[in-house]
């Protein structure tokens, strides 16, 4: 009996492991349930040229900005000197940390919730000695600032748009004008779109940097 | 066709199913709890906030479409909670109710981790995760524990202590095979990982701690290509050649040094410590009785180990504790009590503590304003990527290796053909570059231009160097729609002893 257990344990173990590593390489339901990250194996799938910071700060009915994120009681750097929100690259839980800061502290009445994405060249990084051996330049690091979005004090999404980086690729993209006559051209005239009703619109518009279903809606800030 | 199946049936059952003592599994199951206290014990004091109702959780969930994968409890029991891993994790180390101690982990820790998929969740708390999964289905507890010690009297001692199936132990070595082998896919899927470029921007990556060896090495794309290649190989032929042989040791020592680079270039510390553990597994019944009777020499040779001192310790240890029988059905019942003060003193020490400072005299904490000057920069106007953001570096050299420069250098001799290497970074629109080549006086000696698609990484100008230029300093100028962006002074010799002095 303990050996037929154990047959059975082997077995279905490795029958998991084994989907894990067919679903990773063919790219099949990779996402489709959260029990997938226990068997897909994908360390350092993505990079970026830019370094991301997030800034959460809301806005004060007098017109003051105030920091969110790292929180004043103290502040967690899960793996190194950084706060847990720079590792959210999907914004997930920006909303409740924002709330959670708001409801712990005294302040004045709030007029909304910012999250500004800050990005600067990763070349930047470099030590100075370092970079004098490379570049002839002086170093000259800029920071980019995003408006990923905004929610109420209540939390309700105001505006949300993508990373400043997919931002900066559909521009490089669109900056191809036979292309975006051609986008324009082949969209159907609705004011607006049924099948981008509610809030997943002002998240998921692929046409967004052609224009879009929801123009209306403020691109940048 | 019958025979061969047989030979294949006793393989198998040979692989899982032949007896040791497991001293590998014991190890790991010793390690393993003092590793996870460096991810557990940090986050402790944050419990309310990253893992309760009263917090902020982010569960792995909400990513996947299921935004209420895991119930969410109020911040005392997620507290009872944490305290019990940890208490659970002590019990695992010293070997104490082990297996119901590793199920306890492996039930709370990814609980925890699946909360905060932010600042908890990683890979290497799934390979944890794995690891207790594993080692609640071994006899890990059998050596070098508590319940070794209360189990002792019953069975008549023996040159070697009990033998288990191997089931376990092969599993968890076909666990880290199939990892590494899942690593490589990942990174054969990745394009920019063969090139060098991912791994040259992950060496300048801050999120983690610091790892000035990557930076230093990012000046070196060559040598990143080459790790790059080796890491892959190795990755994808692990499972296959560990097991047995020539290979094993060689194998192994490739990932002891792999992991060991990780930490040194990309400042991960806490991954190599798990994947270090987990390698406990290849420690079979051999390798470790060749190592102790190893050291067991050495200790004997040794005149300053205070051997007698030690055996006297242990004689009065056993006087004083007394047999092991009448200690067994105490701590039966001590388990329980024990976790359940362990949870309640958590409990009590966390209000104490009070997280977010809301019992303070002076009250809850007041929100910090920005600088003016701060505020004004995160509420300007969204800005286009400049153009020398969009170059990463120029290089000079002669020789090409997977269009990437392995002699870089800025001192030419006459004859040889100068390769102006001009690296992009995405995202960037499709660009015309120009070269220019300018004397020392800013006068134009020649120019060139070229076209990089969106998806350009590098774009290379050549240049022959004749006599045609005088020797002297250059500097060569790129351009793109008439702007300069990025300037590297050269220098032409007519002298080769020069240039390899460069």
Partial sequence: ?221 | MKLRWKQARQCLDEFFFSTETPFGLAMMRIALPLVMMTMVLPRWPYTRELYSLDGATAQLGMGYGYANFLPEFSGEIAVALNTLLLFAMGCVLIGWQTRISLLLCFVLYPYFALLDSISTLTKYSVITTHLLLLLSCSNCGALWSVDAWLANSKSPPRALPAVFPIWPRRLLQLLIGIIYFGAAITKMNTPTFLSGDQLQLWMLTHINFRHPLGEWLSLYPVLLKSMAYVTIVWEMTFVFLVWRGLWRPWVLAVGVIFHFMTTLTLGLFIFPMTCYTSYLAFVDEEDFLWTRNLVRGWIRQSSWIPRQAWTAFSARCGQLLGAPARWRQPAFVAFPMCALLAAVSGVGIEYWQDPFDVRRPEGMHELRPLTPEFAARLMSPAERIRDKDKFFAIDTGTILVGDLLADRRRVFNYGETMIAQCHLVPPHEDMWIECKILDSDNRLIDRAGNIALRESFRLNFEYAITRAIDPGDYSLVFETGGREVLRKRITVVDDKSTVAAH
Wanted: proline letters at 7%.
């Fill in chain 1, 1 to 221: 009996m303990r050996r037929w257990l154990a047959s059975g344990f082997i077995t279905a173990y490795l029958a998991f492991l084994g989907y894990g590593i067919v679903s990773h390489a063919l790219r099949f339901q990779t996402f489709a349930h959260p029990v997938m990250y226990f068997t897909v194996w994908d360390m350092f799938c993505g990079w970026q040229a830019y370094e991301s910071r997030v800034h959460l700060v809301a806005e004060g009915e007098s017109g003051q900005i105030y920091e969110l994120s790292p929180p004043p009681w103290s502040e967690f750097a899960p793996f190194g000197d950084l706060a847990r929100t720079h590792y959210d690259v999907l914004g997930n839980s920006f909303k409740r940390i924002a709330l959670n800061t708001l409801k712990y502290t005294q302040h004045e009445p709030m007029r909304r919730i910012l999250i500004v994405e800050e990005v600067w060249q990763k070349k930047y990084n470099l030590p100075d000695d370092l970079w004098a051996v490379r570049f002839d330049e002086p170093k000259d690091p800029k920071s980019y600032f995003w408006l990923r979005g905004t929610f109420t004090p209540d939390g309700d999404l105001q505006y949300a748009v993508p990373d400043f980086i997919s931002h900066s690729g559909a521009l490089a993209v669109a900056s191809n004008p036979r292309l975006q006559a051609d986008a324009q051209r082949g969209r159907p005239f609705f004011a607006v779109n049924p099948a981008h009703q509610g809030n997943e619109r002002l998240l998921n518009d692929p046409t967004r940097w052609a224009g879009g279903d929801n123009s209306l809606l403020p691109y940048a800030h």
